[in-house]
């Protein structure tokens, strides 16, 4: 089979399992995997020169433990570092213990062993961060706790990285003494690096930054990447070590969010060409014929880390109900596991049927890590016995039981906060719901009428006496979760009005929909105030001002919907899917709408809003329908990206 074919292969069954997972809403590296299972050699073998595609995907690791060293943060591992030494050090510690027991116990030898424990002691990043952002988690203890765990495993991943090709060492050589030069040469490799980054690289990327050329400062991202890769492989050491320290190095620069941008890409590509090259090597007919002990591992491994965390995260001062949450939502394999997995096999470490087995075992895992963490909390509730926290924390609250006509916010932020300052200062009561317990208690000592749980709770919004209520404000400005919260207190209080923060006009129309009275989006807020200031200082009097405004308030920001997009628009598809933008159709002598009226175009059933008609020099804002169109007219239309050349190819063809 050619080169071109096997390409074309690799890249149609990536695509299609890509969109296929990212529709079923699950992660996009299973994917990866089992578009490898299909293209592999256990699969439809279709890409026979497997050797020749793992040296492009080692690239993949390579830019993800670069990446990650941008993201490394000493303060910030300072700040956590009680949850991250006393649970996550003793987390990794213990479960690479337990796992390299038994996979000791089942006939591995010492070097194989550890390394099936160092694979089984990580968990994902990946799912698990962005699962916990996705659902609002983040905040709660248990997820603090998890991203702690999570640091230190990734910290963990860069000695294993030199360990592990040192255990493939021949037997002549100590491992105490292939440690020890090791270690050594990471000493040596780590301070020249320092002393490059420090005093080298920000000079580099100085001059490169005033050429203000962006290939060339994407050029310079990729060369330092690749030239602290090959210095640490020189030295014996693995390639994705150089790259962590060169993040590590330009992560405390003023062009570390510009270099993520701009290594991005290539990293998700390359990555998932390495995900892809693992799932080849998976032997789904091995999988297929032990199903029992394929579950029996993942299970084993799965029960091991959570009682691990559950255990220690109480010992270090947790309440159960998060230890649990914390465990359940630790669970699974992660994405590193395969880069070891990888790294061990290329040193011949592993067998392949160890290999296959704790890829599959990982795989499922990872699949059903979004299940669970949804559902953490509620089952760590009931495996801890305790009860809600909600509960207790209202009974403390004086106020909650004479409330009445009063004004609950849902987030105690800035935005909160600044709400309920002025609800004061007019003697109006509130309560207030937060999910951030160290926010919540600082406000309680305060005195202020705050509760600690998730708005979108029937519990919480009960005790809070949303029946007497006379205003819900949802100040968080998450769209996602105010529509839920929505949801929630219009199936409890129909008619209680409901106002909604929101950062910018993309979802209006999902909220409104959802139940809400009143939608606020800052951005367009606070381009009313700033032409408020324009109009008053050219002189327009400050009744007219006003009025303006309140019209466009009344008309849900009618004016201030639609732009003109530039090279930087977010032309992303879910961008696509929620934003309008303003265009231009010029009317020419054979265009379909010349000497028709903008009435009989019907442009509202295609859902394309006319703003204005320009003739000559003068621009008429919401033309009359009856309005005939003309040759050189310019008619300006606002409407979502696809709807708009639709309606464009029918002004003009009549299609």
Not at 203 to 224: C, G
Not at 432 to 441: E, G, K, M, N, S
Not at 468 to 490: H, M, N, P, T, Y
Not at 523 to 552: A, D, K, Y
């Amino acid at each position: 089979m050619s080169g071109h074919f096997e390409i074309l292969a690799i890249l149609f069954s990536a695509v299609f399992v890509v969109w296929l997972f990212r529709r079923l809403k699950l992660p996009a590296i299973l994917a990866y995997l089992v578009a490898g299972m299909i293209v592999g050699e256990h699969g439809l073998n279709l890409a026979q020169d497997q050797v020749d595609y793992d040296h492009f995907a080692e690239l993949g690791i390579v830019f993800l433990l670069f990446t990650l060293g941008l993201e490394f943060s000493l303060p910030r591992l300072m700040a956590m570092r009680h949850l991250v030494l006393a649970v996550g050090s003793l987390q990794v510690g213990i479960s690479l213990f337990i796992f390299m027991i038994a996979a000791m116990f089942f006939g591995l030898s010492f070097e194989s062993a550890f390394v099936v424990g160092s694979i089984l002691a990580l968990s994902s990043t990946a799912i698990v961060i962005r699962q916990l952002s996705e659902t609002g988690a983040m905040k709660r203890k248990s997820g603090q706790l998890s991203v702690a765990i999570l640091l230190f495993q990734d910290v963990a991943v860069v000695p294993f990285l030199i360990i592990i090709p040192m255990l493939a060492l021949d037997s002549d050589t100590s491992m105490a003494w292939a440690l020890i030069v090791a270690i050594f040469k990471g000493v040596i490799v780590v301070t020249l690096l320092l002393f490059i980054g420090k005093w080298l690289l920000p000079k580099v990327f100085n001059i490169i930054a005033r050429v203000r050329t962006d290939e060339l400062f994407v050029l310079t991202t990729l060369l330092v990447t690749l030239l602290a890769s090959a210095l640490t492989q020189w030295f014996g050491l693995s390639m994705a070590l150089g790259a962590f320290l060169a993040g590590m190095m330009l992560g405390e620069s003023e062009y570390k969010y510009q270099l993520e941008a701009d290594i991005r890409p290539y990293r998700d590509i390359l990555l998932g060409l390495f995900f892809i090259t693992v799932g080849m090597k998976l032997d789904v007919g091995l999988l297929i014929s032990s199903p029992l002990s394929l579950l029996t591992i993942m299970l084993g491994f799965m029960l091991v880390k959570i009682m691990v965390v559950k255990i220690l995260a109480v010992r270090a001062g947790e309440s159960s109900k998060d230890a649990w949450a914390s465990g359940l939502m630790l669970a699974q394999m992660g994405e590193f596991g395969f880069v070891l997995i990888a790294l061990a096999n290329q040193v011949q470490l592993l067998p392949s049927d160890v290999s296959s087995m704790l890829l599959g075992a990982g795989v499922i895992s990872m699949a059903i890590t979004p299940y669970m963490i949804d559902h953490a909390r509620s089952w760590s509730i009931f495996l801890s016995q305790e009860k809600s926290p909600q509960t207790n924390d209202l009974e403390e609250l004086p106020e909650n039981k004479d409330l009445k006509d009063h004004v609950i916010i849902c987030g105690f932020g800035r935005i909160g906060q600044t709400v309920s300052r002025f609800l004061k200062q007019e003697s109006i009561d509130f309560v207030a719901i937060d999910i951030d317990p160290l926010r919540t208690r600082k406000a309680r000592e305060a005195g202020e009428n705050v509760l600690f749980g998730s708005s979108r709770q029937t519990e919480l919004l009960n005790a809070a006496h949303l029946s007497q209520a006379k205003l819900v404000v949802i100040a968080f400005g998450e769209d996602k979760q105010s529509v839920e919260v929505i949801q929630k207190v219009r199936s409890l209080s129909p008619d209680v009005p409901i106002l909604v923060r929101t950062r910018n006009d993309d979802h209006l129309e999902m909220l409104h929909d959802a139940g809400a009275n009143e939608v606020v989006p800052e951005s367009l807020e606070g381009s009313l105030m700033l032409v408020s200031q324009v109009l008053s200082l050219t002189g327009v009097p400050f009744s007219r001002i006003m009025r303006r405004v309140q019209q466009e308030r009344k008309n849900h920001y009618n004016h201030l919907h639609g732009f003109f997009q530039g090279e930087h628009t977010d032309m992303s598809p879910e961008a696509i899917d929620r934003i309008e933008f303003a265009h231009a159709i010029l009317i020419n002598t054979d265009s379909f709408g010349c000497g028709r009226s903008i009435e009989s175009l019907n442009l509202a059933k295609r859902r394309i809003h006319v703003v204005a008609l320009r003739r000559g020099n003068t621009e008429t804002e919401s033309p009359d329908e009856n309005t005939l169109l003309q040759a050189q007219d310019t008619l300006i239309v606002r409407g979502k990206p696809r709807r708009v050349e639709r309606a464009e190819r029918f002004v003009q063809e009549g299609t």
